[in-house]
């Protein structure tokens, strides 16, 4: 892990279970994740990237019957997702280190859940993580992917009491970023959504649908 990214893991272990009480109203997230569940076969391999405390993407792809391997960088979150979310798997890792097979692989998936994970990268390494994220995915594989649309690369932000850095795209780039990395986009929902803290501004939430081809 990067000394960045160990700087990004660090500040979500302090912030813990903050986070949930920040964005208790996750609609999009809920809609998406609710989508991937009733989608995927009963009884699918899904991987959940940036799982965070496991609520709620998680919880709602074990509790429709599919199983689910969670990841994350930070520890403070692994180990509340692993309580709130028992009958799924969790493990540290970076999402630069995903690799299906080797050591430390993850094997393959029937879908992927990546809910904001990738702000989390500077843009150069946006396009490689989609890239292994498709590699992981079986052919036909279903993914659903969200990103706040804004136009940063690697911005210092204030975030609950912690500074994270994070990254964006304006939706005509993000879409393009994702289509260059394999994915055929099947369908798109925006959500305005506005944090319960005093120092984040409303934001756009764009969630894709999104099919390897």
């Known amino acids: 892990m990067s000394e960045d990214r160990r700087g990004q893991a660090e500040a979500f272990d302090a912030i813990g279970q903050h986070y949930d009480d920040a964005f208790p109203h996750k609609e999009g997230q809920l809609a998406a994740?609710?989508?991937?569940?009733?989608?995927?076969?009963?009884?699918?391999?899904?991987?959940?990237?940036?799982?965070?405390?496991?609520?709620?993407?998680?919880?709602?792809?074990?509790?429709?019957?599919?199983?689910?391997?969670?990841?994350?960088?930070?520890?403070?979150m692994l180990e509340l997702a692993g309580k709130n979310?028992?009958?799924?798997?969790?493990?540290?890792?970076?999402?630069?280190?995903?690799?299906?097979?080797?050591?430390?692989?993850?094997?393959?998936?029937?879908?992927?859940?990546?809910?904001?994970?990738?702000?989390?990268?500077?843009?150069?390494?946006?396009?490689?993580?989609?890239?292994?994220?498709?590699?992981?995915?079986?052919?036909g594989g279903l993914m659903e992917l969200s990103m706040v649309e804004a136009d940063l690369d690697d911005a210092a932000i204030p975030f609950l009491g912690h500074t994270i850095?994070?990254?964006?795209?304006?939706?005509?780039?993000?879409?393009?970023?994702?289509?260059?990395?394999?994915?055929?986009?099947?369908?798109e929902d925006t959500y305005s959504y506005a944090p319960a803290s005093t120092d984040a501004p409303p934001e756009h939430q764009v969630f894709l649908h999104c099919r390897r081809g």
């Not at 850095?165 to 369908?187: K, M, N, P």
């Open 165 to 187: 850095r994070v990254s964006g795209y304006l939706r005509d780039e993000l879409r393009q970023v994702v289509r260059d990395a394999g994915f055929e986009i099947t369908g």
């Open 85 to 139: 979310v028992p009958a799924a798997e969790f493990r540290q890792l970076d999402i630069a280190d995903l690799r299906a097979q080797g050591p430390g692989g993850v094997g393959r998936f029937d879908g992927v859940a990546c809910f904001f994970a990738l702000l989390m990268l500077p843009r150069a390494e946006i396009p490689e993580a989609l890239r292994l994220l498709h590699g992981l995915l079986r052919p």
């Open 33 to 76: 994740g609710r989508h991937l569940a009733e989608t995927l076969p009963t009884g699918s391999r899904v991987l959940d990237v940036g799982c965070g405390t496991g609520l709620p993407t998680a919880r709602q792809l074990t509790e429709s019957g599919h199983s689910v391997l969670g990841t994350d960088i930070s520890t403070g």
